[in-house]
């Protein structure tokens, strides 16, 4: 800003550049993560605005000979609005993609979880009926005998026999 004699306050073209070239820097940028290359971003942004991808380079560049008119600043701010506008609509495109993803997801996994029709689950009173014929059920402390470790000759020992369980006993 420079002022004048009588102390009104004027843009120069220095601050002029400098409130329109963060639009353009950020412009460039987000077409660059679009998959575009420096240079290809500075001549589409340039054919938005009806320049050159020379000018956008000056202005970027902050090149004394870059001169923005009034329309170029407003042609700036609206491209920078609709590029703005076109990405938050493909993010929330996006997003309820991955939305409908999530709930086919859940879906999924709870169809998988519940009984198949044609094979229907066992009651919890079922579930919970004893085996019927069989070996019965042994404690979770005691292992059953798959094979005796002890010599035929020795005298198989039993699990009161043991020295803990006879004090647990009172013996």
Do not use: F
Not at 24 to 29: E, L, R, Y
Not at 121 to 126: D, E
């Amino acid at each position: 800003m420079r002022t004048t004699k009588d102390g009104r306050s004027m843009i120069t073209a220095e601050h002029e550049i400098g409130l329109v070239r963060p639009n353009i820097v950020a412009s460039v940028k987000a077409l660059q993560d679009r998959g575009l290359s420096r240079m290809e971003a500075y001549a589409v942004l340039g054919s938005m605005l009806g320049k050159s991808q020379t000018w956008v380079r000056k202005v970027i560049g902050r090149q004394p000979d870059a001169a923005i008119y009034l329309r170029d600043a407003l042609n700036i701010r609206s491209a920078y609005d609709r590029l703005c506008a076109r990405i938050d609509a493909a993010s929330e495109r996006i997003e309820g993609e991955n939305d409908q993803l999530r709930e086919a997801i859940d879906v999924a996994l709870s169809a998988s979880a519940a009984p198949h029709p044609g094979r229907p689950g066992p009651t919890q009173a079922q579930a919970a009926a004893p085996r019927g014929a069989g070996p019965p059920a042994a404690p979770a402390l005691v292992r059953p005998r798959a094979r005796t470790l002890v010599p035929a000759d020795q005298p198989s020992v039993d699990v009161n026999d043991l020295p803990l369980w006879r004090a647990i006993e009172g013996e």
